[in-house]
């Protein structure tokens, strides 16, 4: 089955910086949990097919940076993006405060109409959860959000929120609630990575 141009959808992936980010893309794309996890510098360009019915999708996902001096660089990335996976941890009480800003900024550059995805990431640190799945889903429902519980290395709900998301963007595609010519597929471009402290995961996972 052939991927048209048509079929391409820009996705962003966006949150406070060691959330989890890029740790979620790689075990979704590579089925695997680096344990080895990097800063993300900039952005990280990464694909994924989605079969939705007997139609397939392509996104190309853009993990972007999560840290407040790249913020501006990651922003520039939010244009003709369809869809955005908003990520904040389960364990980190300011990166779940800083979700007004992050969503602020995506439904402000972001396609109108774009399809936004709320994911609390590590939810295997039962022990370390500072977010209630209460307190989450308010957010979600008071901002007319789909939400999902994650974690990157258990893969729990990874594959999961990218088809919801994919989805729910051909949907409004093909109703016409998503217009435009957003389509083209991006160029691989991959920015330098950092190095950043370990954390639970194995990990910043940003």
Known sequence: MTTT??????IVVVGATCVGKTAIVGRLVDKVFNQEIETTIGVEFRTYPVLIGDKEVKL????????EKFKSVSKAYFRNAVGAVLVFSLTDRKSFEALDDWLNDLQSLCIPNAVILLVGNKVDLKDDRVI???EANM???RHNLDYYETSALEATNIEDSFVRLASSINEKVTNGEIQGAFQAAAPPVVLNAAPAPQQHQGGCGC
């Open 132 to 134: 209630s799945n209460e």
């Open 60 to 67: 190309n996902i853009w993990d972007t940076a999560g840290q």
């Open 139 to 141: 957010f979600a429902s």
């Open 5 to 10: 141009a048509n079929n391409t959808y820009k």
